[in-house]
């Protein structure tokens, strides 16, 4: 019985719940010689502002880094600042980035490009200890002579930054140096509403200790907004004052030991049902015993949205995954997987329309670059052994692609196609023009993806009501009672006069 207890018994867990990780947000006044001193840091990763980083700075900045043998391993920065002069690499007074120790990705956006070559703005995502935590960094203009309407561009760019971040999935943040109190940006009213706090007033509320000033001991100007998962995960913040004279640093300690469970009960989305004559019955003997009503409720289901579905095929109209599934949940699924966020695409390639978190659609968006890179190598002159290799390596990982049911190959030959397209997946790579035509039709099937997905996403409603407090409150507005009609009925009557 002792044996079993020992064995039982799990010893250290309380002292050690699990990885732990750091998040910085500083503004250094310019990274070009930072290098050396960030070599000695603890910190996991920063999200910097003011990095006065141009094309040649950056590399400068990055091989800085190698010289001094620091564990950052990761930086994305934004768009690259102008140059001061002619002779100098040393940029303008913007730039935002996020240097780790951890892989980062680059996401992809939708702002202005005027927006985003001046620098101030960069949506990444960090993988800490297996968990994407996502957000952007935000470089505010200051007040001056120098910035017109300085107040009202950071708030433009902090409701961009918003607008971006409700559309990311699990941790997320907005971090970076406002350069303005919040009570003047509407656009901090809007993060409250989301349920974004700040890291310093979590910390207030579990310790009791006050926020401080982070520029110049007076203001505070850096902040780190963080979302619900995010705050769950969150431990203790300090503002560290040693680093830069102007602004102090804002370090956050983060348990990446506690999963990030979820209790969902996945509801399918509605579904665009087909005429009763375009789609097969439901055949079969269905709810013949009492005792398997459940089992023919579920198959009776399942039967009616393949018919559905193959019926749509037909119609050339896109099937999402998360229409079906009805009938077959029968509890609250616990959820600890996270989609990993898809990366920005490169320069030439497309652009992804939908911005939000769907696996059937990263996967799609996945298969549909490695068409493009293979049409690519196909119009290569050059044919040497390697190319060959490269080429018959990537066409088999598009053959052998995740997220065509039952694969890729089937999946191509049952959809419905289209004029002069292939009628089936070749086990041998195809030549430049045959791969081409693949590429087109899988195009015109992402795109009728993300329509449907962008139709059908709560982000923007759930944003337009945090942004608009009337809406809030409609939505949970009580229903007006019934009008009340009046009657009126006229009586003629004659009085005689005695």
């Not at 002069?85 to 005027?114: N, T």
């Not at 969902?264 to 015993?289: C, K, N, Q, Y």
């Not at 030439?348 to 996945?366: A, E, I, M, N, Y």
Request: proline share 6%.
């Amino acid at each position: 019985m002792w044996i079993c207890v020992l064995l039982a018994v799990r010893v250290g867990e309380a002292a050690h719940p699990g990885p732990t990780w750091t998040l910085g947000v500083s503004n250094l006044n310019g990274l070009n010689s930072r290098a050396f001193m960030l070599a000695e840091s603890t910190v996991d990763s920063w999200l910097f502002s003011e990095t006065h980083l141009t094309i040649p700075g950056e590399k400068a900045f990055r091989a800085n880094l190698r010289e001094a043998k620091a564990q950052y391993c990761s930086f994305v920065g934004g768009s690259p600042v102008p140059a001061r002069s002619g002779v100098s690499d040393i940029g303008q007074w913007s730039g935002v980035g996020a240097l780790s120790k951890f892989p980062v990705r680059r996401l992809s956006h939708q702002w202005p490009d005027v927006v985003y070559r001046s620098g101030r703005l960069v949506c990444v995502s960090i993988c800490c200890h297996g968990v994407w935590v996502s957000g952007v960094v935000v470089y505010g203009t200051p007040t001056g002579h120098t910035h017109v309407n300085g107040r009202e561009v950071t708030n433009e760019l902090l409701s961009l930054a918003i607008a971006r971040v409700n559309l990311l999935s699990g941790p997320c943040f907005v971090a970076g140096d406002f350069n303005h109190d919040l009570e003047r940006l509407p656009a901090a009213a809007v993060l409250a509403r989301l349920h974004f706090e700040d890291c310093q007033d979590v910390h207030a509320r579990m310790t009791g200790v006050l926020p401080k000033a982070t520029c110049r001991g007076k203001t505070r100007r850096d902040f780190l907004f963080m979302s619900r998962e995010l705050c769950a995960m969150f431990d203790h913040c300090e503002v560290d004052d040693n680093t830069v004279s102007d602004h102090s640093a804002l370090i956050c300690h983060f348990n990446g030991g506690r999963e990030l469970l979820r209790y969902a009960w996945p509801i399918p989305d509605p579904m665009e049902w087909e005429p009763a004559a375009a789609r097969d019955p439901v055949s079969g003997p269905l709810f013949t015993d009492s005792a398997c009503a459940t089992q023919d409720y579920q198959a009776f289901w399942n039967q009616a949205e393949t018919n559905n579905n193959d019926a749509r095929r037909l119609s050339r109209k896109p099937v999402v995954r998360a229409m079906n599934g009805r009938g077959s949940v029968l509890a609250p699924q616990v959820r600890t997987l996270q989609v990993p966020p898809l990366k920005a695409s490169r320069p030439g390639d497309r652009q992804p329309l939908f911005l939000g978190s769907c696996l059937q659609h990263v996967q799609w968006t996945k298969q549909l670059r490695r068409l493009q890179s293979f049409v690519r190598l196909s119009k290569a002159p050059l044919q040497t052994s390697a190319h060959c290799v490269h080429v018959h390596s990537l066409w088999a990982a598009i053959r052998s692609a995740r997220g065509f049911v039952p694969t890729f190959e089937a999946w191509w030959s049952s959809r419905a196609l289209g004029v002069g397209e292939p009628q089936s997946v070749p086990v041998q790579p195809p030549n430049a023009a045959q791969a081409a035509l693949f590429y087109l039709g899988l195009e015109l099937e992402v795109a009728s993806l993300e329509k449907a997905l962008i139709k059908t996403r709560s982000h923007a409603k759930r944003l337009l009501k945090a942004s608009d407090a009337q809406a809030m409150y409609a939505a949970v507005r009580r229903e007006a009672p019934a009008q009340v009609d009046s009657l009126v009925s006229t009586v003629t009557a004659v009085i005689n006069v005695i």
